[in-house]
């Protein structure tokens, strides 16, 4: 049953099992980390993402029992909320994708972080920010971003009727 609010999503995007298989701690915990700043990128967590969240968190093996796996969570938005400049969380951003260097993993990252930020419905300014933070620290190419925006499946904005006027 598909929710007509909420978008069909292409499943060659979806983090899978045999994506954090190959990984370390480090960069397990950076996965993790990246999907945490989808979530609290517009500083207000509601409902429907905290479900997105926990069904996309818990639906994955991290190797660590769930206690363990919330303390990670609590960690990574402590260490989000530390970050007080911009030049802070770019150096933050960077990192991650220091640890994560498979391209494949960097498209389905950014496009859980989508996910994440739609499921309230909307993808405010802050959000839409982040994802091109990501996407550049990443080094994502327009045309992956093409590809992450059609996996998405969500409508693109009407743009607004032209100001001008023709005789």
Known sequence: MCDAARPMYHTDMHLEASD?????????LAVLETMVIGLVADDKVVPSELRRFEEIVMGLPWG???????GMVRGARERLA??????EVTDYVVR???????????????????T????????????????????????????????????????????PPSSTTTN
């Open 20 to 28: 954090l298989a190959a990984l370390d701690d480090a960069q397990r």
């Open 64 to 70: 660590v029992d769930r206690e363990v796996l919330a």
């Open 82 to 87: 530390n970050l007080k400049t911009s030049a």
């Open 96 to 114: 991650l994708a220091e640890k994560l260097p498979s391209p494949a993993l960097r498209d389905k990252l950014v496009f859980t972080m989508a």
């Open 116 to 159: 994440l930020m739609y499921a309230d419905g909307e993808v405010v300014q802050i959000e839409k920010n982040v994802l091109g933070l990501f996407v550049v620290a990443f080094g994502i190419t327009s045309d992956r971003v093409a590809a992450i925006r059609a996996a998405l499946n969500v409508p693109t904005p009407v743009p």
